[in-house]
């Protein structure tokens, strides 16, 4: 991974395990969202079809 495309490189050394905790946190989000209309019920994908925590 190139850390420069993500900003990582101008955040201090002790900033970047949050900055990436953001970051997987955000992904989580969106990917929620985006499996909710699209793959709820239809998608064979163990990891699409967990239950809500």
């Not at 850390?3 to 990582?8: K, M, P, R």
């Not at 970051?23 to 793959?39: E, G, H």
Request: aromatic fraction near 10%; proline fraction near 8%; charge should be positive.
């Amino acid at each position: 991974m190139n850390s420069t495309s993500y900003g990582f490189a101008l955040l201090p050394a002790d900033e970047h395990v949050r900055a990436f905790s953001v970051l997987v946190s955000a992904f989580s989000v969106a990917d929620t969202r985006r499996r909710q209309p699209y793959c709820k019920g239809i998608c064979e994908h163990t990891g699409h079809n967990l239950p809500p925590r």
